[in-house]
């Protein structure tokens, strides 16, 4: 069972930083597989790898919008922090920042999504909304298409 929280929108100088939490009755350690296995990861997010090191390389493939993200883990503690940007080619820098916790009930996720001050951070903050759903379903065994 998953809990959701509001999220919230700050600006942040130059960038626009969206926080988005749930609260899942899962371990911590199911919740991190879901963020960095490529079989998990292609039931709610989109087929890819992550090689789990900074510095490593994050491939994701949404194929049916024809957009593939290819960037590098930022930062990187095994089993509570990935960060990576999800832009394309030139595009400017688009940070998430996912933050596994362990509290008595299961795992608290943190997701931060900075963009650019001058995009639209409601719309991305939605999308992530829809992943994170998908994320809830795919931890309960059903996995759900974007």
């Keep these: ?13 130059a960038w626009l930083e969206g926080r988005l939490q749930r609260s899942f009755s899962h371990p911590a350690e199911q919740v991190w597989a879901q963020l960095t296995e490529p079989a998990a ?3 709610w997010l989109a087929p890819g790898r992550i090689a789990l090191c900074e510095g490593g390389t994050v491939t994701l493939d949404f194929g049916d919008s024809g957009i593939v993200i290819d960037s590098t883990l930022t930062a990187f503690v095994p089993g509570q922090v990935l960060e990576y940007s999800w832009s394309s080619g030139a ?3 688009r ?7 362990s509290h008595a009930a299961g795992a608290v996720l943190a997701l931060t999504v900075r963009v650019p001050a001058d995009e639209d951070i409601a719309k991305a903050c939605a999308g992530f909304e829809a992943h994170l759903e998908m994320l809830a379903a795919a931890l309960e065994g059903v996995s759900i298409k974007f």
Excluded: N, Y
């Design 1 to 13: 069972m998953e809990t959701q929280t509001f999220g919230q929108i700050v600006r942040d100088g």
């Design 41 to 43: 990861l292609a039931q």
């Design 91 to 93: 595009q400017p820098q």
């Design 95 to 101: 940070p998430l920042r996912w933050e596994v916790q």
